[in-house]
Nanobody
Framework: QVQLVESGGGLVQPGGSLRLSCAAS????????MSWYRQAPGKEREVVAT????????NYRDSVKGRFTISRDNVVNRMYLQMNSLKPEDTAVYYC????????WGQGTQVTVSS
């Protein structure tokens, strides 16, 4: 079965960095664009970044451009989100999403940016 498992979240001070990882299994990872989403308390889930199948194309929401970097390794079936210069408004649960079949979500990993 399809599994997406996020890791790497935690508590970090403003200006700090975190690297999220999403381990994928149960589908042909290299055949799909992948995305990171986030959902803050009381807000809608929003897309953060998307990466194409071969990693040649990436897109970011404006608020994270220049601070976040999405990447993937199709050999080990993992996607990453390097987050630098973190701000309190980046606080959210971060999810990876695979548009395979009906679409699959991971369980999420909490990122809290606070002093």
């Amino acid at each position: 079965q399809v599994q997406l498992v996020e890791s790497g979240g935690g508590l970090v001070q403003p200006g700090g960095s975190l690297r999220l990882s999403c381990a994928a299994s149960g589908f042909t990872f290299s055949a799909y664009a992948m995305s990171w989403y986030r959902q803050a308390p009381g807000k809608e889930r929003e897309v953060v970044a998307t990466i194409s199948m071969g990693a040649g194309h990436t897109n970011y929401r404006d608020s994270v451009k220049g601070r976040f970097t999405i990447s993937r390794d199709n050999v080990v079936n993992r996607m990453y989100l390097q987050m630098n210069s973190l701000k309190p408004e980046d606080t959210a649960v971060y999810y990876c999403y695979a548009p395979y079949s009906k679409g699959y979500w991971g369980q999420g990993t909490q990122v809290t940016v606070s002093s």
